[in-house]
């Protein structure tokens, strides 16, 4: 796991994503496939180290949990035949759900995160034309797209004073980082590789993005700073690590890695 503290949280072996944090840094939800046609996401309690299914009942598809800052919203995203995918946005204190439905049968809604103010939620957009970062509101309305450029424009995380965006773009020829103003403009390009950089995600003080590249030889977790300075390998291994993302007290990176052919997650230390 390179020369970071690393912690191994689970060892069922079920291929995992994007874990994320909630309820301060006690429990983590993350997406698996726990059944051979099906991919479910699943509570995790890192006390008890308790595992529950959030939608037991549910039979299709889920991906990609996030959760507002105070805890009250949670965005997903719901298969809805093949291979469209739906915005799911829950109100966890009414109980209430409302729906962002691509136009087309072929589109899809990935990779939601609420904004700090809990406003809206920016997701990536694929339709004819593109992959597309885009925000609607908490009804699941008013859609507009940041992003415009040709190609691929994906993987949007919002910093935590909800002023900027980063994402990942082909806008330069491969996937690279980017960052943007949150209404879409002013974007910057924050790293240079000749393979695909992938997943960002802003540390809680603004101040570094983790990510995903293969700049190296195979999928590891890097760091870099807000500004494109101070790039810093975290993992070092020869299978793959990804979807990272902070844990509250910024000092820690929760990963999905793959060991023996085996997909758990592991927290690592990196407040060196």
Request: aromatic share 8%; hydrophobic share 35%.
């Amino acid at each position: 796991m390179g020369s970071s503290e690393s912690t191994r949280l689970t060892d069922d072996g079920q291929l995992k994503f994007s874990p994320t944090f909630c309820d301060g840094g006690r429990t983590v939800v993350y997406a698996v496939h726990d059944v051979p046609n099906r991919v479910s996401l699943v509570r995790f309690d890192l006390e008890s180290g308790r595992k529950e299914r959030l939608y037991p009942e549910m039979q299709v598809h889920q991906f990609d949990p996030a959760f507002s800052r105070d805890g009250r919203w949670h965005a997903y995203c719901r298969s809805s035949g093949s291979p469209q995918m739906l915005l799911i946005v829950r109100d966890r204190q009414e109980q209430a759900e409302a729906v962002f439905t691509p136009e087309g049968a072929r589109s899809t809604a990935r990779s939601p995160r609420i904004l700090p103010d809990g406003s809206r939620v920016v997701f990536t957009l694929s339709a004819p034309g593109g992959q597309q970062s885009c925000p609607v509101n908490l009804q699941g309305k008013d859609l507009r797209p940041l992003t415009d450029s040709a190609g691929i424009n994906v993987w949007p995380d919002v910093s935590p004073d909800g002023s900027r965006i980063v994402f990942s773009s082909s806008l330069g020829g491969h996937l690279q980082l980017y960052t943007m103003n949150a209404d879409g403009t002013n974007a910057a390009r924050l790293t240079e590789s000749p393979v695909r950089d992938m997943r960002p995600a802003w540390s809680p003080d603004g101040g570094r993005i983790a990510f995903t590249s293969a700049r190296d030889g195979n999928p590891e977790i890097y760091v870099v700073n807000a500004d494109g300075t101070g790039l810093a390998r975290v993992t070092a291994h020869g299978e793959r690590d990804d979807f990272a993302t902070w844990h509250p007290d910024g000092r820690r990176l929760l990963v999905v890695a793959e060991r023996g052919g085996e997909s758990d997650l592991w927290l690592l230390d990196v407040s060196a």
